[in-house]
């Protein structure tokens, strides 16, 4: 069982950042990929950036590359979603999600653990 926990959400101006993490519960030496996927409201969840376990692969959804950066800790088993120039169309509850193999997914049912969400709020 794996157990992920988020932080670093919160409320931000327009064009300001926030980092959020997202730390595993128990250390392994199997390769994981992670991602992050958020949700608005009265919309569907929908995949934001993934990373391979090496750290050496990354994937954004459009709406967001250029302004978002994936990066992982796997002495720390932490991954971080670096957001810059926030628009208030970011607005959502972001979740990072775990599954177990190397390369990352751009789907939610790929992964099999999610963290319990963060919400971000971008004041226009």
């Known amino acids: 069982q794996v157990q992920l926990v988020e932080s670093g959400g919160g409320l931000v101006q327009a064009g300001g950042s926030l980092r959020l993490s997202c730390a595993a519960s128990?250390?392994?030496?199997?390769?994981?990929?992670m991602g992050w996927f958020r949700q608005a409201p009265g919309k569907e969840r929908e995949f934001v950036a993934s990373?391979?376990?090496?750290?050496?692969?990354?994937h954004y959804a459009d709406s967001v590359k250029g302004r978002f950066a994936i990066s992982r800790d796997n002495a720390k088993n932490t991954v971080y979603l670096q957001m810059n120039s926030l628009k208030p169309e970011d607005t959502a509850v972001y979740s990072c999600?775990?599954?177990?193999?190397?390369?990352?997914?751009?789907?939610?049912?790929?992964?099999?653990?999610w963290g319990q969400g963060t919400q971000v709020t971008v004041s226009s």
């Open positions: 999600a775990f599954r177990w193999g190397e390369y990352y997914s751009t789907e939610a049912y790929d992964y099999g653990y």
């Open positions: 128990r250390r392994t030496f199997r390769p994981y990929a």
């Open positions: 990373i391979s376990w090496s750290g050496g692969s990354t």
